[in-house]
């Protein structure tokens, strides 16, 4: 593991249907997430993806990479942008990459994730810490 | 109405206790689409080293997530639910939360401010096992938009 290393990219088609799976695995019922009325309602262009989900993929990049999702002991992100689904099988489209950004002595590294939705960013600051080994 | 700044160092009593299944896990993982066998398969998460099947790195976010809600909720707080957004959220694991534990959830406030109209809320939690064994702290912004916003 190097500084500038790039992770294996991943890209998901989120669908309304991975959103109502993932608000009963999450047990995460706020109906932006799955009425589309309702998210209207409240200003929203369209039902939006759960921000939580989003930052669930980019664990995921960061732990397919490591192998043992174990070695993973820090990951944060903020919130900066929706991910809005539209009804139909084509869903949205968020494209999650990462690099190794520094390499520690204490035996870990940090790894900078970035996921995008329609060409903008998603989340912010949103890094993780890894155990090397 | 701005939120009361006295509502900084308030430590909120401990959840129920949350057991972590196997079930919950797995579905847990197909739900974020993670196919890792570690999740999945107790003889592979004990080749690796682990208990049990552990829990992907955001899974917490099922207790922690209620807890918050809880704290929104509390009427002497008084925070405007529809008008506020999860800002960031962060998971510092002490060890993989896995399949057996029995977890409580201890929330505090650690913050309370407000910028440019908006008001801000850092709610840590502490996720331990039942003995007192360090699990997760977890760390959540919440924002609440202000009225002019």
Known sequence: MNAGDQLPALSVRVTREQLVRYAGAALDFNPIHWNERFARDVGLPDVIAHGMLTMALGGRL??????????????????????????????ALVEVTGKVAEVRDDGTARVDVTAKFDGRTVLGKAQAVVRVS | ???????????????????????????FADA???????????????????????????????????SINEIVADPELGLDYSRMVHGDQSFTHHRPAHAGDRLRLTAHIEEVFARAGNDF???????????GEPVCTTRAQLVVRGESA
């Open chain 1, 62 to 91: 960061v732990t397919d990479w490591l192998g043992d999702p174990g070695r993973l002991i820090e990951y944060g992100a903020r919130f900066t942008r929706p991910v809005v689904v539209p009804d139909g099988d084509e869903g």
């Open chain 2, 1 to 27: 109405m701005p939120l009361d700044p006295s509502f900084a160092g308030r430590t909120y009593p401990p959840t129920r206790t949350y057991e972590v299944s196997r079930e919950k896990i797995a579905e």
């Open chain 2, 32 to 66: 974020i689409g993670d196919g890792s066998p570690l999740h999945r398969d107790a003889e592979a998460a004990r080749a690796a080293g682990y208990p049990d099947v552990i829990a992907p790195p955001t899974f917490l976010t099922i207790i922690n997530l209620t």
């Open chain 2, 121 to 131: 809320l850092t709610v840590r939690a502490d996720i331990a096992t039942v003995d």
